[in-house]
Each structure stands twice: as structure tokens, then as C-alpha cells.
């Protein structure tokens, strides 16, 4: 169950094998090979995903019609990483791919031919629905600024949750240099730092709820700390589908906002659309805290706000333009 509901580090990895891919790309015509145009008008696609409580709102848009209204056949192809995906984006075999945002920035970093087009699910501003945190098992360690010396686990290093966290320390008073990040699969973490083997674990849920009922405590609110209104996951598609299909390409980020913003005011909704999609018992989705969808459209802030924190702690050497690269800017 834990791998269907983790959305931290989902395809983290965009620019792996894909450097040699781009030598034996040609200008562009086998990305526009695997879209195409079904009955009435409707144009099928092929996206890449993984079944996450994140990307509810892909499947909300295919189970509602919204696709359908915007003249989409979406087909969702299971993807296991970003080595997996961008291969599978740029030769054409599916249209558009999610992405972890960090891994999103990195390929733009290597000149990956993509456009960001949308979002998924969001990090909240509130800590009280913050589904990440940072907990820890002594209870000598009541603040961040405790932490130094310590060992945290994250599930990958230089990842989102671990960026996320070496922020929020130094936010709340710590010293994130003085901390030692170790990388460690989620469902190790509660029992390594009830054994002591590490002090802390920043867990996303369904962990966040197995470790306070397994009295853990937590330390702080990860992402609404360091990171609020920074998508979860965006969606990618190719520069020569955006330029071959620019209305296509349109309606499929048109209609992901219409399921984000259905999905903003409705947890319950949520849950159903999570309870096919994931494959998660109503009884564990009952108590988990929920992802955060947007009401709004994608904005580029947020993700400039993260490519300064990438910078700064030393996952990117240099900032790089991030405008071009979205979809308003291709319109």
C-alpha cells in the first residue's frame, strides 16, 4: 500500500538516460507519433503516472468527463521513474508525463526539450495540514536548533523531501549544515528512529499517521514551512508536441485545472478518487491528512522559489530561466 499513496520523490530521477536519448532524437516528428484523433474530434493521449494520492486530479478529469469535455481521450501509462518517462515523452509514446518538480528543474538544467503545462497537487501554507513532517522519538529534541549533530533520514538524498527540510531547519532557528541526512526507504524510517538509529525521518502519509500512533512525535511541519504553494508534481509534455499541438497541449492543462480545482474544495472526493486510483482501504484514507489541490492556475513563482532553495543548498550550481519554459510562454 505505502508505494501507491508516497508522493515525495516520484520521478525524481527525469534526466537519467536521457542525455543519450537526445543525440538520436531528430527535430521532432516521432513526439507527435502516439496522440491521435478518435471519434467527434476527441484526441487521445498517453500520460505517464504512477497511481499517487498527488495526481487525484488526473483521474478525477478522466472519470468526470472533463477530459472528455475538453475533446481528450487521456490513457494513463504506469511509469516506475523519470529514466522510465522522459525517454518514453520524447520519442512520442506517450504525450505528457508527471514529474517531480525538482527532477522537472534538473532536466530543464541539462536542456531537456520539455514545457511545464500544469500541476497536480500542491503544498499547503497551513501546518496543520501539512501531510510532511519531521518527526523524531527522544524527547530532548523539542526545536529544530536540537538537531545539530543529529542524524535525519529522508527517502533521497538531495531530494524534495530533504531540500524541504534542510530549509525548514534553518528557518526555525537550526543550523541544516550541522545536520547529517541519511537516505532510507519509508517504511524503515519509524523503526530506525525508535531503535535509535537515526533521531529523526521526515515522512509524508500514510507514515506521518503510523509514526504518532507508534509515538513518534513531531518536530515540525516540513513543506508549509520552507516550500508552501510548491507543486507536488507538475506535468510535462515535449517542446514539439507543445509546437505541433498547441491546442491539445491547451486543453490538457485546461482540464487538469478544472479537476485541481474540484478537488480544492472536496476531500471526500478525494478519497473516492483515491480509493480507486491508489488502491488504499477508505479506512487508511480516512485518517491520513489529504494531499492540498490548487483552486488556481500553475504559477512559475513557487517554482523559482524552490530553484533558489536548489541553488542553495547546492543541488543546481546556477539558476537558470525558468520562464521559457512553461506553457504560457509557448501560447
Same mark, same amino acid.
Given at each position: 500500500?505505502?508505494?501507491?499513496?508516497?508522493?515525495?520523490?516520484?520521478?525524481?530521477?527525469?534526466?537519467?538516460?536521457?542525455? $543519450?536519448? *537526445?543525440? !538520436?532524437?531528430?527535430?521532432?516528428?516521432?513526439?507527435?507519433?502516439?496522440?491521435?484523433?478518435?471519434?467527434?474530434?476527441?484526441? +487521445?493521449?498517453?500520460? !505517464?503516472?504512477?497511481?499517487?494520492?498527488?495526481?487525484?486530479?488526473?483521474?478525477?478529469?478522466?472519470?468526470?468527463?472533463? #477530459?472528455?469535455?475538453?475533446? /481528450?481521450? +487521456?490513457?494513463?501509462?504506469?511509469?516506475? =521513474?523519470? +529514466?522510465? $518517462? /522522459?525517454?518514453?515523452?520524447?520519442?512520442?509514446?506517450?504525450? #505528457?508525463?508527471?514529474?517531480?518538480?525538482?527532477?522537472?528543474?534538473?532536466?530543464? %538544467?541539462?536542456?531537456?526539450?520539455?514545457?511545464?503545462?500544469?500541476?497536480?497537487?500542491?503544498?499547503?501554507?497551513?501546518? +496543520?495540514?501539512? =501531510?510532511?513532517?519531521?518527526?523524531?522519538? @527522544? @524527547?530532548?529534541?523539542?526545536?529544530?536548533?536540537?538537531?545539530?549533530?543529529?542524524?535525519?533520514?529522508?527517502?533521497? *538524498?538531495?531530494?524534495?523531501?530533504?531540500?524541504?527540510?534542510?530549509?525548514?531547519?534553518?528557518?526555525?532557528?537550526?543550523?541544516?549544515?550541522?545536520?547529517? #541526512?541519511?537516505?532510507?526507504?519509508?517504511?524503515?524510517?519509524?523503526?530506525?528512529?525508535?531503535?535509535?538509529?537515526?533521531?529523526?525521518?521526515?515522512?509524508?502519509?500514510? #507514515?506521518?499517521?503510523?509514526?504518532?500512533?507508534?509515538?513518534?512525535?513531531?518536530?515540525?511541519?516540513?513543506? &508549509?514551512? =520552507?516550500?508552501?504553494?510548491?507543486?507536488?508534481?507538475?506535468? /510535462?509534455? &515535449?517542446?514539439?508536441?507543445?509546437? =505541433?499541438?498547441?491546442?491539445?497541449?491547451?486543453?490538457?492543462?485546461?482540464?487538469?485545472?478544472?479537476?485541481?480545482?474540484?478537488?480544492?474544495?472536496?476531500?471526500?472526493?478525494?478519497?473516492?478518487?483515491?480509493? %480507486?486510483?491508489?488502491?488504499?482501504?477508505? @479506512?487508511?484514507?480516512?485518517?491520513?491528512?489529504?494531499?492540498?489541490?490548487?483552486? %488556481?492556475?500553475?504559477?512559475?513563482?513557487? *517554482?523559482?522559489? *524552490?530553484?533558489?532553495?536548489?541553488?542553495?543548498?547546492?543541488?543546481? @550550481?546556477?539558476?537558470?530561466? /525558468?520562464?521559457?519554459?512553461?506553457?504560457? $510562454?509557448?501560447?
Amino acid at each position: 500500500m505505502a508505494k501507491h499513496i508516497r508522493s515525495a520523490s516520484f520521478l525524481a530521477a527525469l534526466t537519467t538516460g536521457a542525455l $543519450a536519448l *537526445l543525440a !538520436g532524437c531528430g527535430s521532432g516528428s516521432a513526439s507527435d507519433s502516439g496522440s491521435s484523433t478518435a471519434d467527434a474530434g476527441v484526441t +487521445a493521449v498517453k500520460v !505517464g503516472t504512477s497511481p499517487t494520492l498527488t495526481n487525484a486530479s488526473l483521474y478525477l478529469a478522466m472519470e468526470n468527463g472533463t #477530459f472528455k469535455k475538453h475533446k /481528450l481521450k +487521456a490513457t494513463p501509462q504506469v511509469v516506475t =521513474s523519470g +529514466a522510465q $518517462a /522522459l525517454p518514453l515523452l520524447l520519442n512520442g509514446q506517450i504525450q #505528457f508525463t508527471a514529474a517531480d518538480p525538482m527532477g522537472a528543474i534538473k532536466a530543464l %538544467k541539462e536542456k531537456m526539450p520539455i514545457k511545464i503545462i500544469g500541476q497536480g497537487s500542491v503544498n499547503t501554507d497551513d501546518p +496543520a495540514k501539512d =501531510s510532511t513532517v519531521l518527526v523524531v522519538g @527522544d @524527547d530532548k529534541l523539542k526545536a529544530p536548533k536540537d538537531l545539530s549533530g543529529k542524524t535525519v533520514a529522508v527517502n533521497a *538524498l538531495g531530494g524534495l523531501a530533504q531540500v524541504a527540510a534542510q530549509s525548514a531547519i534553518d528557518m526555525k532557528g537550526g543550523k541544516s549544515s550541522d545536520v547529517k #541526512f541519511v537516505e532510507m526507504s519509508f517504511p524503515q524510517m519509524i523503526a530506525a528512529v525508535q531503535s535509535g538509529k537515526v533521531d529523526g525521518a521526515v515522512l509524508n502519509e500514510p #507514515f506521518v499517521s503510523q509514526a504518532r500512533s507508534e509515538g513518534l512525535k513531531d518536530l515540525m511541519p516540513v513543506m &508549509s514551512t =520552507s516550500i508552501p504553494t510548491v507543486p507536488n508534481i507538475v506535468y /510535462l509534455t &515535449s517542446e514539439s508536441y507543445a509546437k =505541433s499541438h498547441p491546442e491539445v497541449v491547451k486543453e490538457f492543462a485546461n482540464s487538469l485545472d478544472a479537476a485541481n480545482a474540484a478537488l480544492s474544495t472536496d476531500p471526500e472526493k478525494i478519497r473516492q478518487v483515491a480509493e %480507486k486510483s491508489t488502491e488504499t482501504k477508505p @479506512d487508511v484514507l480516512a485518517k491520513i491528512i489529504l494531499p492540498t489541490f490548487p483552486a %488556481k492556475s500553475l504559477d512559475q513563482q513557487p *517554482l523559482q522559489n *524552490l530553484q533558489e532553495l536548489m541553488v542553495k543548498y547546492d543541488i543546481l @550550481d546556477a539558476p537558470i530561466d /525558468l520562464a521559457p519554459h512553461f506553457l504560457a $510562454a509557448s501560447s
